[in-house]
């Protein structure tokens, strides 16, 4: 499966983004979706993940209560709505596609996910 991430930019602190994946080459209702972030030199960091159904949804606690995953299956796309965006959640943010993760399962380790975006600046500026 390919993903396309878009959606980033710069925004101040405590306004909002969102960022959307478009999947295209398989059955994108197969895959369990994730969102994970880097900053240079830090490893990638797991941000917010839904089952194949949309109907469970997990997130970082660093995220929690602001962010907000969310996923079309008839679109094949998946997108994360972050408000009262801070500083520290600058990074380069990907989206993520795992068979594994499809019901769940360690939807929080980067290795469960096959196929990666190629990524979408968010800069947060104080």
């Known amino acids: 499966v390919q993903l396309q991430a878009s959606g980033g930019g710069l925004v101040q602190a405590g306004g909002s983004l969102r960022l959307s994946c478009v999947a295209s080459g398989r059955t994108f209702s197969n895959y369990g979706m994730g969102w994970f972030r880097q900053t240079p030199g830090k490893e990638r960091e797991f941000v917010a993940a839904t089952i194949w159904s949309g109907t469970s949804t997990y997130y970082a606690d660093s995220v929690k209560g602001r962010f907000t995953i969310s996923r079309d299956n008839a679109k094949n796309t998946v997108a994360l709505q972050m408000s009262s965006l801070k500083p520290e959640d600058t990074a380069v943010y990907y989206c993520?596609?795992?068979?594994?993760?499809?019901?769940?399962?360690?939807?929080?380790?980067?290795?469960?996910?096959?196929?990666w975006g190629q990524g979408t600046q968010v800069t947060v500026s104080s």
């Open positions: 993520a596609a795992g068979l594994g993760t499809a019901y769940g399962g360690d939807y929080y380790s980067p290795r469960k996910y096959g196929y």
